[in-house]
């Protein structure tokens, strides 16, 4: 089990750096809101979770922990002090090449340390470890995003080697019996707290549609007026549309030859047949309203995407941007996993019986 | 005359590279506030004036003039629109090498054209551009110390090669007899459009200090209680040493074993001997009402400085920051040139009969 | 049916007015915070809605009616342009006796209509009209003590006639066996929207403390570090104590000889046996973390409180505070309706196919 | 003396009063901006200075003393803590009619004890009191019509007994030979400490307008464009005209059919002979600029005001509202006094020499 771990940390380890390489020092420095964390901080985050939860507990420390801790603590209020979220922009030093020297030296040194052997819960600690790094992978992405399009020039972060297909398969609705479902993580291999405990919920039947929300679909909304009905939002939303100035997605900007988006690619014309993407939960639910339908309910989603194989578009592919649904598609819910995070009509709150961990 | 020019131009514009070769590619993008324009920002602003005002005129514009017009411009609203001020410290690209290129681009095409020979209506505009740049020098610095001072690191940005001397004169008060007397630039050499015109101005007698209030000076007055004492403030300034929390100068921390203060040389213990530097307006008005004195006006130190030898330490030093009084001075009112900005009690407005140019 | 509506109409009408009575004109314009309205703004903006969805659709409309649409008007959007509600304190014009008189106008004429005999969807519509109204006299006294709050001099608002009983019965817990149970509103009398429709939902077995949580077990919290700890808090709870320095319920006071609120009856010391009131969801859950508990969901308090009789202390007892639980309690679970508002760990989201009327 | 005294102090104690009866309880307790104290405030904060400075060093203290001092003390930091200054407005107890017996007691004491003989330096107390008042009495007009104008219904704060004389004399320029003149209070009867020393000052000579602009002259500005044209405004003031989207003077409307402004007599249309009121300092200075002129600097005012007769349209009038320039005016320069203040090109600082009393 620690060769096959092992190697998953290698792989995991690695992805991070393959993200960052095409960056410059100071793409990866900059931090352009609160929640836009930079490129380097994520680095520097990851490998600080590992020296904390599982070379410390063994008593390994490097020379420059108590700084770095400092730095690149996150949300570990117990932890100790911490560096303030929204500066973390302005932390020049230690540069990149200290920070990568850094990772590597953690990754020696767990690489070591697990070709001792560990014990169950150590490797546990490396796996929650793991985890933890392909969120920070997704976040990295989202707010090298954020961070470079602030940039006039739309300047592109990586180079695009092919066109994502753009054909999709015609959508439709796929019905759910509902009825007493049970749902959360079954406790077979690895889950956050947060998907616990599994437990019975009450649904009426109901349907899904079995696409994503198209851009097309929402430049049909957009170009119906969907922006300037009140009718269509919500109280809270339709004072952010107006206070923010809305119009269309973030990122988007329209042209006299159409609409383009800011992209890890730089400023590409807006693609009809991928999935939309950078709407907040106000946008999604006027859609909804607009589209004569409604968001489901997390419960409604994760009984639908329970019977589903896990199949999708990744960062692993390295198409940084959401693709259209594919033809050959296996599954009657399409595009539930990868490409986007979707919506649903429910806030974020704990199951029943949860227990932090 | 053109050769002179092209000498000085040269020298000039290299001592802006020197300032910045120490520093990484992030220390030179990052921008901590609204007012702490990036170092890179700085580099290539200086280089825009010239492509706008030397270069563009004949001309000679590069490809990438627009996109660095509209992100390296400034305060002239004239030229068009520009970036806005408060987020310089997002543009990552283009990188340092680019615009280190654009500077020698810019150099070469100057160069090539003051060899040419040029009238005099020019060689002003160079002249003018030239004290244009080593004002943001001397920003550079200032915006670098406060960039940078945001880290709790306390990083150095310079090495100190030599420690500065740290024997000071004693010092005394020096007497003027006032009257009428004239001020403003005599029109012999360079001069900003706001040193003009002469104009004719009537003084009481007065008395300034022969030295610079020192370090040793200020914590006089903050160990006898100056920051908590609201009869010492103007009413604006005591709302602020509260709202703000002031307690001593800006970069000043004390520990147990004494004052220290952020520099460009990283965290260092305070020069007793040396003037004391980054307090406000309010600090120097609430120090002279402690100290039993008053702030000069503009038109009295404008006066005595006219009477002294232009002496003093300068950046072209290579230490940058503030020395102690020269035990060797020349001049009866030492330390007016270099080292620091005084502070008088006049608010900035225009001398009359003022056109801007 | 019409004469029983018009009783209760001109019962409940008098009663905003009898709120109003003891406080002066200043009293009743002023407003502290966006959230916090004007009590003259609540007396016209609930006459203006007998105005404008009663009267006007039967062609009776006042010479005044447009001014008074624009500025009483609230979150009813689709009716037309209204007056920020941040600026409602500012409207001294029309003055106090003005909006009475106003008040009177709409009363009598809604009077002759309802002495005209009225259809049953007119009823309804009155009926909405006043627990629209009843809904206003709860804000209208929150709004009046914040908005009174602000004064150092802690004025009372109203006199209290009686001392309310201090005995409270010895709390336990009471089990709920949960299961597949029925929510949402039957249909029978009243009910808002947002109170329909009625599904189905499944609950494990509960259990719900049969009292309140009193100010002495809220005292036994705070004298425990229960503002200090960070463990107890969910993350943006902690980051709200420390920004707003919490550390008492909202207008609590702490003096040498103990704990005082302010209150509409001005500064009283803290009553042991009273439900503690003024404390937001963050401080609720805290609580019940410390108390090693957990907040209800809203399913379990409803399906409790379904079974349990509407008894309570309501506003028409005249004592504008709420009091310790009734030592003749018929209710295995006391206080459940009356004295205060209770925090659930629900969010506060639509019912399965709820549908705005 | 003691008697002239006492009757100028009934007569400038009574106008305030007469300048507050026509306005609500309510109109004079909201306060719109921090700037703009309540006018009930005014009414306390003028009585207060008496019993603070004239009274209490006479061991004349009212029961409510203390909680007076602290909510009516202004700018008086040494005199202890005092109330915010933002939140003015939430102070509804004391109630107007508490505030009116607050005044009569202080009148009553103050009068007593002038009966009594008083000596030259308690003269002085009551006649700094007295100039005090009458300069609240100017703000608590200013911040009325503050006040009042954020309600959309325009109110009318008094009654227009009679219109202003529309005749303005044909205005030229007045010529001043400059040189050495002496400017500052003479000694001779009340002067405000910041109103001494009286000094030299060395003028070149400069010519005044010898009317006011007028609100005609204003509209031509705005109609040649004058809020459009970056040249015209220092760049602080044009990023304010931009921010603030200023198009006219404060409270200026234009409808269909003309300018219009609100006014303490309601909404009025402009008077064009009127000097134009309620413009910054920035749009001065634009407007001096447009007209080919510019603002003069406060030495060269006061130089020439010197030499005029004190005459003018002020508050005991009655009309409170700036009226055109007499037809028989006597001077050569006209409403130099009375109707408006006027901009300078000058900072408001200290004349050299002063000392704070």
Known sequence: MSQQLAARFLSVRRQSETLAKPLSEADLTIQAAEFASPGKWHLAHTSWFFEEFVLRPVGKIFAESENYRYLFNSYYEAIGQRHPRAIRGLITRPGLNEVLAYRHRIDEAVNNWLEKGISPEQAAIIELGLHHEQQHQELFLTDILYNLAQNPLYPACYSLKQEPIAKTEVAGMV??????????????????????????????????????????????????????????????????????????????????????????????????????????????????????????????????????????????????????????????????????????????????????S
């Open 175 to 356: 019905a759910f019996s509902g009825g007493l479902q049970q749902i959360g993580h079954t406790g077979v291999g690895f889950g956050y707290d947060n998907e616990f405990p599994q437990h019975k919920v009450y649904l009426e039947p109901y349907r899904l549609a079995s696409n994503l929300v198209t851009n097309a679909d929402w430049i049909a909304f957009i170009e119906d007026g969907g922006y300037e009905n009140p009718l269509l939002w919500l109280s809270d939303g339709w004072t952010t549309v107006q206070q923010e100035g809305w119009r269309m997605p973030l990122y988007w900007v329209k042209r006299n030859d159409g609409y383009f988006s800011m992209t890890l690619y730089g400023l590409l014309p807006i693609g009809m047949a991928a999935p939309v993407t950078h709407v907040s939960y106000f946008e999604a639910d006027a859609y909804a309203r607009w589209a004569g339908k409604r968001l489901p309910t997390e419960m409604e989603w994760e009984v639908a995407a329970g019977k589903q194989p896990i199949h999708g578009h990744f960062a692993d592919s390295g198409i940084y941007m959401p693709v259209p649904s594919n033809a050959e598609a296996r599954e009657s819910l399409r595009q539930l996993y990868g490409s986007v995070w979707e919506w649903t009509a429910s806030p974020y709150v704990a199951y029943p019986g949860f227990k932090p």
